[in-house]
């Protein structure tokens, strides 16, 4: 039989090189300032040179701010060097960039925002962690990736977000596995909703993106800070935990998600609050009549929120992490 390993503990990052996706503010920022407390040599990635640059000079030395892409290949495999060849080590790698558009069924949604989506939360994180693992093997280190509970949440009105959180969540399910021959591990972060700058343009300060929120029973609707999430994140590092969620609500929808899954989907769409708030997402993303094609819309319809990045400057973590 095969048996279930548990966390390794004792992972100190002391004096250990850790690089950090969206580190300009937000989930990011706050790890990497917990991680440079906890004596750990700190490379912040965002796509906001300003926002990183600050962050990194806020903490002092052991740090090195980035200013990059995730999306972009070429890119990341230099951060990636160079980041190594400034600290002599790579130890740790943190894919935490990630993007979220506003609500829109797969009917109405433009295929470049889908495109964005998938370029920033599925192949960012592999364009992070792969050119990294190397440098991770040889130091027996950690990577974490960062899914969400989207992953395994309802995707109506938000397919592209939790399509793409559910292939991280495999991404890092693979990682864990193929690392430890070596050695090294790999985690998987999930969490649910962060009350983040990027939240509140999401959910509290859009009108469909309330009645969404307001469809969540408690204590699935429970928020943490991103202080929270980064302690969550930083905990895991020293256990090398294979997973680690909050807030902790969630943990028995994600151990029983194969069934609840069945009935919350059906129930779901049988759901008439359901049915008028989709109604209402596709009134305001109006399809193109060539959306079947191309995936774009009509110049009369109403734009969809231009996906905002997790470390562009309007905030660097999603609502749904």
């Known amino acids: 039989m095969l048996r279930i390993a548990r966390g390794r503990r004792g992972y100190s990052v002391a004096g250990r090189a850790v690089l950090i996706t969206g580190a300009g503010r937000g989930i990011g920022g706050e790890l990497a300032a917990l991680l440079h407390h ?21 903490l002092g030395d052991r740090t090195l701010a980035i200013a990059a892409d995730v999306a972009d290949r070429s890119a990341m495999r230099a951060v990636i060097d160079r ?7 790579l130890d740790v790698v943190v894919a935490n960039a990630g993007v ?20 920033i939360n599925l192949t960012g994180v592999f364009n992070t962690v792969r050119p990294a693992l190397d440098h991770v093997v040889a130091a027996e280190g950690h990577v974490v990736v960062v899914s969400s509970c989207a992953a395994f949440a309802p995707g109506m009105a938000g397919a592209p977000y939790m399509i793409s959180k559910a292939a991280v969540e495999q991404l890092g399910r693979a990682l864990r596995v193929e690392l430890a021959p070596f050695g090294a591990s790999a985690g998987i972060a999930y969490f649910g909703i962060v009350d983040t700058r990027m939240t509140h343009d999401t959910l509290d300060h859009d009108e469909l993106g309330r009645e969404l929120d307001d ?16 302690r969550t994140i930083a905990d895991g590092i020293e256990r090398r935990a294979a997973r680690t969620i909050a807030p902790a609500g969630w943990e028995p929808y994600a151990l029983l998600r194969g069934a609840v899954n069945v009935v919350l989907d059906s129930a779901l769409a049988h759901d008439r609050r359901v049915h008028d708030l989709l109604r ?36 660097p973590k999603e609502s749904l992490s």
């Open 280 to 315: 209402k997402v596709e009134a305001r993303t109006t399809a193109s009549p060539y959306a079947g094609h191309d995936g774009s819309r009509s110049p009369i319809a109403s734009p969809l929120s231009t996906v905002r990045p997790q470390h562009a400057p309007s905030d």
């Open 100 to 119: 979220v558009p506003r609500p829109a069924t797969v009917r109405t949604l433009d295929g470049q925002d889908f495109d964005r989506v998938m370029d």
């Open 38 to 58: 906890k004596q750990a040599s700190v490379v912040l990635v965002d796509l906001d040179r300003d926002a990183v640059d600050a962050a990194a000079a806020a």
């Open 215 to 230: 469809l969540l029973p408690w204590p699935l609707n429970t928020r943490i800070s991103a202080a929270q999430a980064a």
């Open 83 to 89: 980041a190594a060849d400034h600290f002599g080590r």
